[in-house]
């Protein structure tokens, strides 16, 4: 079991800056594929960025803006956002696969989930 605890969300102005942050419970971090995906009010959950044990993958809407990272040390996985847009408003949730699987851009991929946070960015 994984428990996944995201934090770092708030109110920027159009064109700042967040970093998210998804604090992983249990053992084989290292071995967890994590992702970040985001639901706009009254849209479905769409994929922002993942990250495996040797490759990252970012949705076109964000690449060059958005970073993933992660520090196995700490068990957490981390969302630079920078150059934010309105359109980047939305609730961001992270998630992990079970040990061993690859990273997807498929929500119905990942077996846990965090409570989300929430990011707002103002024009």
């Known amino acids: 079991q994984v428990q996944l605890v995201e934090s770092g969300g708030g109110l920027v102005q159009a064109g700042g800056s967040l970093r998210l942050s998804c604090a992983a419970s249990?053992?084989?971090?290292?071995?967890?594929?994590m992702a970040w995906f985001r639901q706009a009010s009254g849209k479905e959950r769409e994929f922002v960025a993942a990250?495996?044990?040797?490759?990252?993958d970012y949705a076109d809407s964000v690449k060059g803006r958005f970073t993933i990272s992660r520090d196995n040390a700490k068990n957490t996985v981390y969302l630079q956002m920078n150059s934010l847009k309105p359109e980047d408003t939305a609730a961001y949730y992270c998630?992990?696969?079970?040990?061993?699987?690859?990273?997807?851009?498929?929500?119905?991929?990942?077996?846990?989930w965090g409570q989300g946070t929430q990011v707002t960015v103002s024009s």
């Open positions: 990250i495996s044990w040797s490759s990252t």
């Open positions: 998630a992990s696969r079970r040990p061993g699987l690859s990273s997807s851009r498929r929500s119905d991929a990942y077996h846990y």
């Open positions: 249990g053992r084989a971090f290292s071995t967890l594929a």
